[in-house]
């Protein structure tokens, strides 16, 4: 049974930073592309950033150069750092894994708070 947790959400100022992390288990980690969606009130969920089993990365364009997707196949976990939050950032982060463009899981999602 695929299991992934997200961690790391929380309240924060205009200009500040988060770390957001997802532990996976139930799947072989390494070949699975990783990925965060946030999904803001009354919007749709949309694509924040995605690492594929390569580490080849893609990002929204509203965060390009603000925030980084890593991941450590080790210890099976992706990361999202996130640099110069700003309100448009709140939303509910949630983690994704896919497999040849299948959506194997999703996790039950973490809040990010920006404001003053």
């Known amino acids: 049974q695929v299991q992934l947790v997200e961690s790391g959400g929380g309240l924060v100022q205009p200009g500040g930073s988060l770390r957001l992390s997802c532990a996976a288990s139930?799947?072989?980690?390494?070949?699975?592309?990783m990925g965060w969606y946030r999904q803001a009130p009354g919007k749709q969920r949309d694509m924040v950033a995605v690492i594929t089993s390569g580490s080849t990365t893609n990002y929204a364009d509203s965060v390009k150069g603000r925030f980084t997707i890593s991941r450590d196949n080790a210890k099976k976990t992706v990361y999202l750092q996130m640099n110069s939050l700003n309100a448009d950032d709140t939303a509910i982060y949630y983690c994704n894994a896919a497999w040849f463009g299948n959506d194997v899981g999703w996790g039950h999602g973490t809040q990010v708070t920006v404001s003053s």
């Open positions: 139930g799947i072989i980690f390494s070949i699975h592309t």
